[in-house]
Structures are given as structure tokens and as C-alpha cells.
């Protein structure tokens, strides 16, 4: 089976720049999740996908940060304009979760944003 | 408003150490808790779900328990090797029905040879 997908895997923008990143999650997988990871830090979420729609992003600066994910299968997100406090690794997941208690999430490698 | 937290966030043990890694949790209404494991550079692979029913769960030489009353969980390391070197996450996800997990920060463990 294979796993998460993203692309590219690094990056390094000057600030003000605007970003993309992509995320192709496993077959099948109803739920898709981007996360920004900052340094020693645990993961936070920035928006959830159930399908075509949005269950979650009150975490997300909606000023700058836009996700969308077409035909419920891969997602983008994106920052425009990037600030410094924008490096980060951002982790997208995927999971079965059909709004049941439990679910396991599987995750991509990450994307490796640096803002100069 | 969950909030989680791990101590310490960095161990360093001698291989063959038995290690108990800890987790706090604000929110008792927790649905479930789970640990990660995430390796330098790499993404997040699940090691344990413990349920809000259940106390504890089992996985080779992993063992994670979960004590609702008290906001806390430990994952328990039997007979450390080097190849588990990485960081360990701790997640909660919290009450309400969105499948949202909280993270602590981590702890970053190194098994020395």
C-alpha cells in the first residue's frame, strides 16, 4: 500500500514570496489533514478534509494560508504572502475515519519550508 | 481547550535501559490517546492508540497506559536499542467529533550503544 505523498520536499522562499505544497493521500482515505510543524514543537493542526469539505480549520490564518482539495482525493495548500514565523515542516495525513472514536492517522514526510 | 505536554523533551539511557516516557493531559474528556514515533527528517508513524476505554496497550516491547482521571499516559520501552532513537509524540484527541489531535511537544530520545 502505498503511502502519503508530498512534494517537494524542501523549499526556501524569500519572504513575501507565495508558496504551494502538494499531498496525495492513500487510496481511498476519506480524511486528509495538513499540519504545521514549527521546530520543537509537536504537530498543529491547520485544517481538516472530510471529502470535498472542510471539518476543520479554525487553526489556519486564513489571511494568508488557503487549502483546497479537489475531488476529495489530493490537496494544496498554499501561503501568500510568507513571513519568517512561516518556517515550519508542514505534514500532511490521511485516515479512514468515518466520524467514529477511533482512527489511525498516516503520515507524509513532510514538506521542509524555509522563509528568508 | 485541550492542552498536552511531555517531560522531559530530551532522555539519553544506555542501550538495554528500560524507559518510561510521560505525557499530561488538561482535558479528562479525552477520546483517545495516541503515541508516535518520528525520526529525523521523516514523517509520523502511529506506535499505540489507547482508547478513552481502555488503560492500556501493548506492542512488542512498547507498552503505553493511559490514566483518565489523572490527565496522564506513559509509554513504557523494554530493553532500549539504538534503532529506537528518534522522537516520541504523544497526541489527544480531544472532545468533540472532528477526529482532532492535540500534540505535545515530544521527547526526544537517543539509546546510546
Known amino acids: 500500500e502505498a503511502g502519503v505523498a508530498q512534494s517537494p520536499r524542501y523549499k526556501i522562499i524569500e519572504k513575501r514570496q507565495s508558496v504551494a505544497f502538494w499531498c496525495n493521500p492513500i487510496s481511498g482515505h476519506a480524511t486528509l489533514y495538513w499540519y504545521q510543524q514549527i521546530l520543537g514543537q509537536g504537530p498543529k493542526l491547520l485544517i481538516q478534509?472530510?471529502?470535498?469539505?472542510?471539518?476543520?480549520d479554525s487553526q489556519l490564518p486564513k489571511d494568508r494560508f488557503s487549502a483546497e482539495r479537489l475531488k476529495g482525493v489530493d490537496s494544496t495548500l498554499k501561503i501568500q504572502p510568507a513571513k519568517l514565523e512561516d518556517s515550519a515542516v508542514y505534514l500532511c495525513?490521511?485516515?479512514?475515519?468515518?466520524?467514529?472514536?477511533?482512527?489511525?492517522?498516516?503520515f507524509g514526510p513532510g514538506t521542509r519550508l524555509l522563509v528568508l | 481547550k485541550q492542552e498536552v505536554t511531555q517531560i522531559p523533551a530530551a532522555l539519553s539511557v544506555p542501550e538495554g535501559e528500560n524507559l518510561v516516557l510521560n505525557c499530561s493531559f488538561t482535558?479528562?474528556?479525552?477520546?483517545?490517546l495516541q503515541w508516535f514515533r518520528q525520526d529525523p527528517g521523516k514523517g509520523l508513524t502511529s506506535l499505540l492508540l489507547?482508547?478513552?476505554?481502555?488503560r492500556e496497550q501493548t506492542s512488542g516491547r512498547l507498552n503505553a497506559s493511559l490514566d483518565k482521571s489523572s490527565g496522564r499516559s506513559t509509554l513504557y520501552i523494554a530493553a532500549s536499542q539504538p534503532g529506537d532513537s528518534a522522537t516520541y509524540l504523544c497526541a489527544g484527541r480531544g472532545s468533540g467529533n472532528t477526529g482532532k489531535l492535540i500534540f505535545g511537544q515530544g521527547t526526544t530520545l537517543q539509546v546510546k550503544p
Open positions: 489507547i482508547q478513552s476505554s481502555q
Open positions: 478534509f472530510q471529502n470535498n469539505g472542510v471539518v476543520d
Open positions: 482535558d479528562s474528556a479525552i477520546y483517545n
Open positions: 495525513a490521511s485516515s479512514s475515519w468515518d466520524g467514529g472514536r477511533d482512527e489511525t492517522q498516516y
